[in-house]
Nanobody, 122 residues
Framework: QVQLVESGGGLVQAGGSLRLSCAASGRTFSSYTMGWFRQAPGKEREFVAAISWSGGRTSYADSVKGRFTISRDNAKNTVYLQMNSLKPEDTAVYCC???????????????WGQGTQVTVSS
């Protein structure tokens, strides 16, 4: 069982930066792939980024490539999403998720956090 709690969301102007954190409970955090997903009002949930258990493999949605960076600290049971050059279209609720396989598909993830709101003003 893994419990996930996100933090770090907020209101930022376009061009600004935010760093999201996702703290996980459980001693097996280091064995899980971690993903970030987002959902904007009226839209389906979409993949943002994923990182393998070791941190050696990462994946990004085309829309955030070059602007967002996913990382993890297994000693702190935490995964991060550094978001730079934010755009109004990045506005969404951002959720982290955990799964034992490496995947970018949301339906494969077994554990989800509640999410944190990110709002980017123009």
């Amino acid at each position: 069982q893994v419990q996930l709690v996100e933090s770090g969301g907020g209101l930022v102007q376009a061009g600004g930066s935010l760093r999201l954190s996702c703290a996980a409970s459980g001693r097996t955090f280091s064995s899980y792939t971690m993903g970030w997903f987002r959902q904007a009002p009226g839209k389906e949930r979409e993949f943002v980024a994923a990182i393998s258990w070791s941190g050696g493999r990462t994946s990004y949605a085309d829309s955030v490539k070059g602007r967002f960076t996913i990382s993890r600290d297994n000693a702190k049971n935490t995964v991060y999403l550094q978001m730079n050059s934010l755009k109004p279209e990045d506005t969404a609720v951002y959720c982290c998720a955990a799964d034992q396989s490496y995947t970018t598909r949301d339906y494969w993830y077994d554990y989800w956090g509640q999410g944190t709101q990110v709002t980017v003003s123009s």
